[in-house]
């Protein structure tokens, strides 16, 4: 079971990407009820997939209302707010750091204490950091997803996921680590945002007026 503090932090990453739900519909046109549907898709599809791999039942939302009345409170907050006032720049990018930072650091937690593999754990933290991110954006007609356009982002979640799992074998406290590893996650996520940076592309690894090799 996670501590008080962590189910805190679980719950300001739900939030986060509930708005972003939001602003990714509001961005697509979509009405308030396409904005609660991607607000709950954003917000519980990582962690559902998470827990279906893992096999644990019941699902974790289906018995946390608190979680459920958040992202109602957070998707309709966020829908009044753009009713009356701009859409701050590059606010979707800010909010789904925000929650790929906290969701991905509660991934590897959750798997940790099922028990998971080292390797299992890092690939179920970054599932369920960037899983709500792709069905949200495929539901907003965006081709290929957040996810396959920017390359510092599930390498954001991964070096998350690294970063907890060292701190948790360190023995590491759960609150810092989670901490820690989020802010690595947040960091890495933003830095390439406003630095624009960027994996090379397959092309830019070629030599200048090379070919690829043909067989």
């Known amino acids: 079971m996670m501590c008080a503090m962590l189910h805190v932090l679980y719950l300001v990453g ?3 990407f509930a708005a972003s739900g939001v602003l990714a519909a509001y961005r697509a046109n979509m009405d308030p009820f396409g904005g609660l549907v991607l ?5 519980i599809s990582g962690g559902t997939l998470r827990d279906l791999i893992l096999d ?8 946390d209302w608190v979680l459920l009345t958040v992202i109602i409170c957070v998707g309709v907050g966020t829908m009044i707010y753009l009713r009356f006032w701009q859409l701050p720049h590059k606010s979707l990018l800010v909010v789904d750091a925000i929650g790929l930072s ?4 509660i991934g590897a937690r959750a798997a940790i204490d099922a028990g998971a593999t080292p390797l ?3 690939i179920l933290a970054v599932l369920t950091g960037v899983a709500g991110e792709v069905i949200r954006d495929v539901l907003c007609g965006e081709f290929p997803p957040l ?25 590491t406290g759960a609150t ?3 901490g820690i590893s989020a802010g690595v996650v947040f960091g890495l996520r933003m830095g390439a945002v406003y630095l624009g940076l960027h994996l090379p592309r397959p092309q830019q690894l070629r030599p200048r007026g090379g070919r690829p090799d043909a067989d």
């Open 14 to 16: 739900v939030a986060a």
């Open 56 to 63: 644990r039942r019941p699902l974790y939302w289906t018995h």
């Open 147 to 171: 996810l396959l356009r920017e390359d510092v982002y599930a390498i954001a979640a991964l070096a998350g996921a690294c970063c907890y799992l060292l701190l948790y074998n360190l023995g």
């Open 120 to 122: 299992a754990v890092i």
């Open 102 to 105: 906290v969701v991905t650091v």
């Open 39 to 43: 607000a709950f898709a954003a917000s």
């Open 176 to 178: 810092p680590a989670a």
